[in-house]
């Protein structure tokens, strides 16, 4: 305990701040970490995969280190987890298919090594749907991944099972990654901080191949705004700049809408109160249209991941027996694309984010929701109605594709939970490479500064 809060549903920082005043140890915070996994993971299906040796090995080599007073990073010691489509040394990754059932890894990825040389201690691995490809958690391996806000509803995804077990306590930090939206939807609603850096920050290397051209990088989310920033460092295949801030007055251009589609009034509501925040502190508040069309943009990354899920089942012996009903007419769809078709997508990618320059000339940040929908049922790969509309597959998704085709960083702000339907987040979007000024504005601005993420000491339904 510290104070009267169980070690599990401390943040990162207030982990290291107990090992350095020697109030407790990272052996101490395993131990809470592995009782709340015992008690929660069952009817949540967060963590799919433990080594608690491995956990225990590098918690009490940490112990050491901080007993000395020579800690190897601001992560070190902290509990964290790794979503199973990562390669992490002697943990399975299985990517929610049964086609890599049993796919054990000889090898951390470049972004995990750092990790690992620097302290972090690895909880496990987290549940995705197949092939990280929908915006829900649930595979033919381990089932649904389910809210702790809302049991029956899901987490999001595809970092589902990660934002699950943050929010419930199961690790400080969740690694994921991000190719379309897959930490910032989770995060917003499980009522977490998620963060999405700029293309090439944290590239994808030594594991599974890229099936979202360089869409996906590997982000993270976790309970407090300050956690994120270290993690990204170590994340990155190059550091965070740490001169880089905002000038004020912060020009900032909103919207809540784009082409017509369909979004929940809740969320709407709550990010333009968040908009009267920052008008508040100071801050220039703009509305702007969407700068992006929604067809366009859900057609080009349609191709792209169709194609992209064919190129790896390519030359696959007895997939179709293999993979799900979902992902195996995404695979034959994909297949059936022409090269022109594939090239197309790819050059309107392209225009996307050259375009994408635009939209930073009149504001340094963009603000707009995370989701266009609430959570829905655990099962259920999308919502099909939304503020009472009809919504299409990557209609919930509305807000955040555009951003990973343009390569921006972004993160997701928890504005709050609903009685009923989990978390609504509020997604902050800058130009290329300014990650460390956005992760600094989410810890210093005072308009974030009476955010709240989830308290995972409430009791889970």
């Known amino acids: 305990m510290s104070g009267s809060r169980p070690l599990w549903a401390l943040p990162a920082h207030a982990l290291r701040a107990g090992y350095a005043a020697g109030d407790f140890t990272p052996l101490d915070a395993l131990e809470a970490c592995h009782a709340r996994t015992d008690e929660v993971n069952g009817r949540l299906t967060a963590l799919v995969a433990e080594d608690r ?17 020579a800690p190897l990073s601001l992560l070190d010691g902290v509990p964290i987890t790794i979503k199973d489509n990562l390669h992490a040394a002697g943990l399975p990754a299985t990517w929610g298919s049964r086609l890599h059932d049993g796919h054990r890894p000889q090898a951390d990825e470049p972004a995990l090594a750092r990790l690992r040389e620097r302290g972090a201690v690895f909880l496990g691995k987290t549940n995705v749907p197949e092939f990280t490809l929908h915006g829900y958690t649930d595979n033919p391996l381990f089932g649904p ?8 509803l899901t987490p999001g995804g595809s970092t589902g099972g990660g934002a699950a077990g943050c929010a419930a ?5 969740a690694i994921g990654t991000d190719g379309g939206g897959s930490t910032r939807r989770p995060a917003a609603h499980c009522g977490l901080w998620g963060f999405k850096p700029s293309v090439g920050l944290t590239s994808r290397r030594g594991g599974f191949p890229q099936i979202l051209a360089d869409f996906e990088v590997i982000g993270a989310l976790a309970r407090a705004a300050a956690d994120l920033l270290p993690a990204i460092d170590l994340l990155s295949d190059i ?15 909103l919207f809540t809408a784009a082409g017509g589609r369909p ?11 968040l908009a009267e925040a920052f008008a508040a502190a100071g801050a220039e508040v703009t509305p702007v249209a969407a700068p992006f069309e929604p067809e366009s943009m859900n057609a080009a990354f349609g191709t792209i991941a169709q194609a992209g899920l064919a190129w790896h089942l390519d030359g696959v012996d007895g997939w179709e027996a293999q993979v799900g009903a979902p992902l195996a007419e995404m695979a034959r769809a994909g297949a059936a694309l022409t090269g022109a078709q594939v090239y197309a997508a790819m050059a309107a990618c392209h225009a996307m984010r050259w ?9 340094d940040l963009l603000l707009c929701p995370t989701t266009a929908a609430l959570a829905w049922p655990a099962t259920g790969i999308y919502p099909p109605i939304i503020a009472g509309r009809p919504a299409d597959a990557r209609g919930h998704a509305l807000f955040t594709t555009w951003v990973n085709i343009a390569g921006l960083p972004a993160a997701s702000v928890p504005l709050g939970e609903t009685p009923d339907a989990g978390g609504i987040g509020a997604q902050l979007i800058t130009p290329p490479g300014r990650d460390h000024a956005l992760l600094d504005l989410m ?4 308009a974030l500064a009476a955010l709240a993420a989830h308290d995972p000491e409430k009791e889970i339904p």
Not at 239 to 253: E, H, K, V, Y
Not at 263 to 273: M, T
Not at 443 to 446: A, D, E, L, M, S
């Open 355 to 363: 375009q994408a320059r635009a939209a930073f000339e009149a504001c």
């Open 53 to 69: 040796a491995l956990a225990a090995e590098q918690a009490g080599r940490a112990t050491e280190r901080w007993a000395a007073q």
């Open 169 to 173: 306590g199961i690790g400080a930090i």
């Open 239 to 253: 550091g965070l700049p740490r001169t880089d801030r905002f000038a004020q007055p912060l020009r900032i251009g």
């Open 263 to 273: 979004v929940e009034p809740r969320i709407a509501a709550a990010v333009e109160r």
């Open 145 to 152: 991944s389910r809210n702790p806000l809302a049991p029956a």
């Open 443 to 446: 810890i210093t601005h005072p």
